[in-house]
């Protein structure tokens, strides 16, 4: 079956700008996660969406960082005015239940580049 | 606070021989344990996992790792490897309290023929 995808897998930004980075999880699957990848690091967390529910944003780096999944299924992760340290691989996951033991199952990211 | 560490930016071995990856944890509680492979510009994709029970888990592509409690260490290893193992592994832990998964920086592995 379909995998995670994500849209755009390339953005390129002037600093300011707004953008808008879309994940289509696995169908079915009840918990979807954003991470940011910086250059040559592991994945950080952003936040957690339980169905349409926002458990956890917390990882979310300031105010100008907003995530959605109003429908419980397409999550969008959206970035205003975007800033030279915006720039990072943002990474989708979808897992089937809630719960920490779930493996998560990775979309190809997106690659954000703030000029 | 919850960490990952990779002691190893970059790991070589011959292809054919065994390869071990390491991998340390710091959690409270019980830790559940993931490795992930990352080929370029690809997805992160699921190698496997340790819940509870047996502490040899095997998983994708001939994988396997095993999980050391007084140790805290999930070492991901494979009796023979292969060159198109080259990619780079992160290790990763979760835990009862949370759902994130934390990551270690990841290990490059290159292997050689």
């Known amino acids: 079956g379909a995998g995670v995808s994500q849209s755009p897998r390339y953005k390129v930004a002037k600093r300011g700008q707004d953008v808008a980075l879309r994940c289509d999880p696995i169908?079915?699957?009840?918990?979807l996660f954003w991470y940011q990848q910086a250059l040559g690091q592991g994945p950080e967390f952003l936040t957690y969406f339980q169905n349409e529910a926002q458990l956890d944003k917390s990882g979310l780096p300031s105010d100008r960082f907003f995530a959605e999944r109003p429908e419980g299924s397409v999550s969008t992760l959206k970035i205003q005015r975007t800033q030279q340290e915006d720039s990072a691989v943002y990474l989708c996951?979808?897992?089937?239940?809630?719960?920490?033991?779930?493996?998560?199952?990775f979309g190809p990211g997106t690659r954000l580049t703030v000029l | 606070a919850q960490s990952v560490a990779q002691p190893e930016d970059q790991v070589n071995v011959a292809e054919g021989n065994p390869l071990t990856v390491k991998c340390t944890y710091s959690v409270s509680g019980n830790p559940y344990l993931f490795w992930y492979v990352q080929y370029p510009n690809r997805g992160l994709q699921f190698l496997l996992k340790y819940i509870t029970g047996d502490n040899l888990v095997k998983g994708s592509y001939g994988f396997e790792a095993e999980f050391n409690k007084s140790q805290t260490s999930f070492h991901l290893k494979k009796p023979s490897a292969l060159v198109s193992d080259s990619a780079l592994y992160f290790c990763a832990v979760s835990h009862d309290s949370n759902y994130q998964l934390i990551w270690g920086a990841g290990t490059k592995l290159i292997i050689k023929p």
């Open positions: 169908s079915g699957h009840v918990s």
């Open positions: 996951a979808s897992s089937l239940h809630r719960g920490p033991t779930d493996t998560q199952y």
